[in-house]
């Protein structure tokens, strides 16, 4: 059984920071481009940041580029997510996902139905 489980959210207040975690089971994820994304209440679940499988090359949404870092460890077979400077806009569910296969270079990574493995969420409030 495949399963990606994160960690690491919870209340922090704003400028404060968090380090989100998700480990996969089942598998290797070592040929998998992996993504965080974010679906706050009232709004549609949004790309967040990647790490893509060939060159671990990260990319992120302009809203958290420079605030949050994407890195992987391949032999824990663990996501990670460095969220600093933390801001009430970016209170939502977190989650993290996984390609099913070592996918190309035109790969949508921003769109979420280009994932095919999710984990379960963890909750990020950031108060004010």
């Known amino acids: 059984q495949v399963q990606l489980v994160e960690s690491g959210g919870g209340v922090v207040q704003a400028a404060g920071s968090l380090r989100l975690s998700c480990v996969g089971s089942g598998r290797t994820f070592r040929r998998s481009t992996m993504g965080w994304f974010r679906h706050a209440p009232g709004k549609e679940r949004e790309f967040v940041a990647v790490s893509r499988w060939k060159d671990y090359s990260s990319y992120y949404a302009d809203s958290v580029k420079g605030r949050f870092t994407i890195s992987r460890d391949s032999a824990k077979n663990t996501l990670y997510l460095q969220m600093n400077s933390l801001k009430p806009e970016d209170t939502a569910v977190y989650y993290c996902?996984?390609?099913?296969?070592?996918?190309?270079?035109?790969?949508?990574?921003?769109?979420?139905?280009?994932?095919?493995?999710w984990g379960q969420g963890t909750q990020v409030t950031v108060s004010s």
């Open positions: 996902a996984a390609s099913s296969s070592a996918p190309d270079d035109d790969y949508p990574y921003r769109n979420p139905s280009a994932y095919t493995y």
